[in-house]
């Protein structure tokens, strides 16, 4: 299944890709076409597939089966890393180790390394452009602060900067809001949906589980489950309590309010007068 709506540039294409790993299936014929300027949500139950899909949409990952074309480029005709850099990733689990500034962390984003390469110094363009980044994503006046200093909502957005620095037509963000409280992650929210003011043309596809962790700019969905397209399309279309219910194979109301989603699981039917009903009962078996 592949939806799309809009009349941008396509970014991103997954043609009936199959991924088969040591004989197991983990995607079967999963079709994607993402255009500039659309921001979708990646969404479905643990090991859905949705890490696999997003390898190949950060040009990680060779398909089994179908073609994946990114910006333009076919995977297996292009040179990797090349195309990696016009490709912004955010990942809260950035394995970096040293105690850098977050304007070096940010400046690492057009080196393409988790450290500040030996012998690399940016140029005075690009430290300002570090800076200006910093700055319009909440960061002002903490350019100097050291990454073991900062709190998770912090790093959230010096992350953000740092895929951005390198311009990319495709930011891909890996459950951003992972380790943070309800004010941190809608203050990362916020952030994320600046970007539809700041980068108009900027494609996004944003993994998740958590309904309310989707910001209000989405405007895409594919819903996964058992590595299978279970809906694809309109975020509004898509995000719905039948659909979600059937990814997550358990009864689950969504609503969404003031732009945001949110999900609840349907309570079980109450007691009879009789007495309790055995947990048996409740999960159908006699």
Same mark, same amino acid.
């Given at each position: ?12 294409? /997954? ?11 983990? /995607?079967?014929?999963?079709? !994607?076409?993402?255009?500039?300027? $659309?921001?979708?949500? &990646? ?15 950060g040009a ?19 040179? %990797?890393?090349?195309l990696r ?21 940010? %400046?690492?984003? &057009? ?5 500040? #390469? ?20 909440? &960061? ?18 010096? !992350?953000?900067?740092?895929? %951005?620095?390198?311009? #990319?037509?495709? /930011? ?11 004010a941190a ?8 949906? /600046? &970007? ?18 989707? #910001? ?14 279970? *809906? ?16 997550? $194979? ?12 949110? *999900?609840? *699981?349907?309570? *079980?039917?109450?007691?009879? #007068? ?5 947990? $048996? $009962? ?5």
């Amino acid at each position: 299944m592949s939806v799309a709506t809009s009349t941008g540039t396509p970014v991103l294409v /997954l043609d009936e890709v199959t991924f088969v790993r040591s004989g197991s299936t983990i /995607l079967d014929r999963v079709s !994607l076409t993402v255009r500039s300027g $659309e921001h979708w949500a &990646l969404l479905g139950p643990n090991g859905a597939g949705k890490s696999t899909i997003l390898g190949f949409c950060g040009a990680m990952t060779h398909p089994t089966s179908g073609t994946v074309e990114v910006l333009g480029a076919r995977l297996g005709r292009v040179e %990797l890393q090349a195309l990696r850099r016009s490709i912004g990733h955010v990942n809260p689990r950035h394995p970096l180790q040293s105690p850098l500034s977050i304007r070096d962390v940010v %400046l690492t984003g &057009l080196t393409g390394t988790v450290e500040t #390469p030996m012998r690399w110094e940016p140029d005075t363009a690009q430290t300002r452009r570090a800076d200006e980044l910093i700055d319009a994503l909440g &960061l002002a006046g903490k350019a100097g602060s050291r990454w073991p200093t900062l709190s998770q909502g912090e790093r959230g957005r010096a !992350l953000i900067a740092r895929a %951005l620095i390198s311009d #990319p037509r495709l /930011l891909l963000l890996d459950e951003p809001s992972t380790g943070l409280d309800v004010a941190a992650r809608e203050q990362l929210l916020e952030t994320i949906d /600046l &970007l539809d003011q700041t980068h108009p043309g900027l494609a996004s596809i944003l993994v998740t589980h958590h309904l309310e962790e989707l #910001p209000s700019t989405t405007t895409h969905a594919l819903l996964v489950a058992h590595g299978r397209v279970v *809906a694809a399309g309109s975020a509004t279309d898509v995000i719905t309590t039948q659909n979600v219910t059937r990814a997550f $194979e358990h009864p689950i109301d969504v609503e969404r309010r003031d732009g945001r989603w949110s *999900a609840r *699981a349907r309570r *079980a039917a109450p007691a009879t #007068p009789a007495g309790p009903r055995r947990i $048996e $009962e409740l999960h159908g078996v006699r």
